[in-house]
């Protein structure tokens, strides 16, 4: 199951410091970052539109979708998109 929540915080950031619009698609994916165990984290690309995807969930007014050739970085998990001082960043938690 692909589950995804995002935190007041990360939607303000979404709409003042991305400068995203009302309805704008924002796409989770799989982002490569190097070998070995941990050769995959989550990316997060706003310039996106879906084309087959897993799931589409509209929070805080934005579309949050994966596509079903990223479903699997996300499987058996929920990711959490939040924001600090540092801007967005995501975290998962598996089940």
Known sequence: MISFEVSEKAIDSFKNE????????VRIYAKYVGE????FTIGINASATPIDPALVQFIGG???FVEKTDAWILQD???QIDCNENGIFSSKISY
């Open 62 to 64: 934005f579309h949050f």
């Open 18 to 25: 991305w400068g995203l619009e009302e309805a704008q698609y």
């Open 36 to 39: 070995g165990s941990d050769a």
């Open 77 to 79: 998990g929920l990711l």
